[in-house]
């Protein structure tokens, strides 16, 4: 049962570009957690989603940013116009559902902001 | 709001030895969940250990152990026996629910000095 797969690993942009960063939840799971992490800090959520509906965006900048989970294909974390201060970790978990199950952590995606 | 606190930025410990890494919580909810992930230097976040806060034993795997005092809202996570391959970042964070946001503190910094 393959992990939570999340691509590209590193991703560099410039200022005013537009990244995009995938991620496939394991097996079976069907609700996907974006978070980020700044350099030299904790994890802090971004958005929770289940396919086709978006849960909890509480976390998520109201511009430049959106998520989607399609009913078919990856999870979608789109970040439009880059600025420098989006340079960080971009880590997808996935969880599948039940009462009481953990989150697993994908690799993570490097955002670099030129 | 829910807020998880690991004032230890930075710990050391000799191998073989046993550290014992601090965390703290506040919530006004009853029942909760209570994670310790690790993040070793390939940045890959990996789950170390969950307590449900219903249970009142301390959950244990293998080497990793926890006191969990629900009363004083501490979690700390005691590693025995330390191995180099110990060596991470550990973070402590909460959730309120398995299928909710997770809550994240800040960090420690493990050190294992061979």
């Known amino acids: 049962n393959a992990g939570v797969m999340q691509n590209p690993r590193h991703l560099v942009r410039r200022r005013g570009q537009e990244a995009r960063l995938r991620c496939s939840p394991m097996k079976g799971h069907s609700h996907v957690y974006w978070y980020r992490q700044l350099p030299e800090e904790g994890l802090k959520f971004m958005v929770y989603?289940?396919?086709?509906?978006?849960?909890?965006e509480s976390g998520m900048p109201k511009e430049r940013f959106s998520a989607e989970f399609p009913k078919e294909g990856p999870s979608i974390l789109r970040i439009q116009q880059v600025v420098r201060g989006d340079s960080a970790a971009y880590f997808c978990?996935?969880?599948?559902?039940?009462?009481?199950?953990?989150?697993?952590f994908g690799p993570g995606t490097r955002l670099l902001v030129l | 709001a829910q807020t998880v606190t690991q004032s230890q930025p930075e710990m050391s410990v000799q191998e073989a030895e046993t550290v014992t890494l601090s965390c703290t919580y506040d919530?006004?909810?009853?029942?909760?969940?209570l994670f310790w992930y690790k993040q070793p230097p390939s940045r890959q976040m990996i789950l170390v250990i969950r307590?449900?806060?219903?249970k009142q034993q301390n959950a244990t795997e293998n080497r990793f152990s926890v006191n969990f005092q629900k009363a004083a809202k501490s979690f700390s996570l005691k590693i025995s026996d330390s191995q180099l391959g110990d060596a991470a970042m550990y973070f402590c964070a909460y959730s309120k629910d398995s299928n909710y946001q997770l809550i994240w503190g800040a960090g420690t910094k493990l050190i294992i000095k061979p």
């Open positions: 978990a996935s969880s599948p559902g039940r009462e009481g199950e953990t989150q697993y």
């Open positions: 989603l289940q396919k086709e509906n978006i849960i909890d």
């Open positions: 307590q449900e806060a219903y």
């Open positions: 919530t006004s909810e009853s029942d909760y969940y």
